[in-house]
């Protein structure tokens, strides 16, 4: 596994994000797929994240289950967040006639 850890120093968002980039680019290798981890700082208590990535991988799979007989397809471990983005999307997108 790749660590990138030299990145805790990291507290401005586009500089997150740049790196949050380059370790999708390094990861995904051209499709020679390299684990890889990247380590900003910790949280420290009493104090606000500078940066807060909430969902624990930059790259995951929705899970969608069925109403009716409850089976999931995708992944299971995010039916929950995939259920709260598509609300939030649809809810957002609802008075935007141009999508």
């Given at each position: 596994?790749?660590?990138?850890?030299?990145?805790?120093?990291?507290?401005?968002?586009?500089?997150?994000?740049?790196?949050?980039?380059?370790?999708?680019?390094?990861?995904?290798?051209?499709?020679?797929?390299?684990?890889?981890?990247?380590?900003?700082s910790p949280r420290v208590p009493g104090k606000t994240?500078?940066?807060?990535?909430?969902?624990?991988?930059?790259?995951?799979?929705?899970?969608?289950?069925?109403?009716?007989?409850?089976?999931?397809?995708?992944?299971?471990?995010?039916?929950?967040?995939?259920?709260?983005?598509?609300?939030?999307?649809?809810?957002?997108?609802?008075?935007?006639?141009?999508?």
């Amino acid at each position: 596994m790749h660590a990138f850890a030299c990145l805790r120093h990291i507290t401005d968002l586009n500089e997150a994000f740049e790196a949050i980039c380059q370790h999708i680019d390094f990861s995904t290798n051209k499709g020679r797929i390299q684990p890889t981890i990247t380590l900003f700082s910790p949280r420290v208590p009493g104090k606000t994240d500078p940066i807060r990535i909430w969902n624990p991988f930059a790259i995951g799979y929705a899970g969608y289950q069925d109403a009716v007989d409850g089976t999931v397809v995708g992944d299971k471990g995010n039916v929950a967040f995939t259920r709260a983005r598509t609300v939030q999307i649809s809810n957002c997108c609802k008075s935007d006639s141009t999508l």
